[in-house]
């Protein structure tokens, strides 16, 4: 009976691990940041729009909010993305979003834009 168990077992191994499984699915989009548009030095602490560029890789995602975490002289911006539809096509799809960076003082800030709470991006801006 052992010999037999033992002679079976590489073919129940075998078996098991060439069974046809599905392909887990992701259930997030790759999403990274395209461009960042804003002026990196000012003159005075007058707040300013930045322009960001989200490549979503599949069509069903977009962007749904912003927080921003003010750290000192650190700024997190947090872009959030949320899926829209069922059926998702594989293509780059780019998004703008506008963030707002208004400088409490003088001096170099660093900004961090982050995609669903992953960093992309760190930026300097001295006023």
């Not at 000192?72 to 293509?91: D, F, L, M, P, S």
């Amino acid at each position: 009976m052992k010999k037999t168990f033992y002679l079976l077992m590489p073919v129940m191994v075998f078996f098991f691990l060439s069974c046809d499984k599905d392909d887990p699915v992701s259930s997030e989009a790759t999403h990274l940041i395209a461009n960042i548009s804003f002026a990196q030095t000012s003159s005075d602490n007058n707040s300013q729009t930045i322009s960001v560029t989200i490549e979503h890789s599949e069509t069903c995602w977009v962007v749904s909010n912003i927080e921003e975490a003010v750290s000192g002289k650190t700024i997190n911006y947090n872009i959030k993305t949320t899926r829209v539809g069922e059926v998702c096509g594989q293509a780059i799809t780019p998004e703008v979003v506008t963030v707002i960076f208004n400088p409490s003082s003088t001096g170099e800030y660093t900004l961090n834009f982050l995609v669903n709470g992953n960093l992309r991006e760190t930026r300097k801006v001295t006023i």
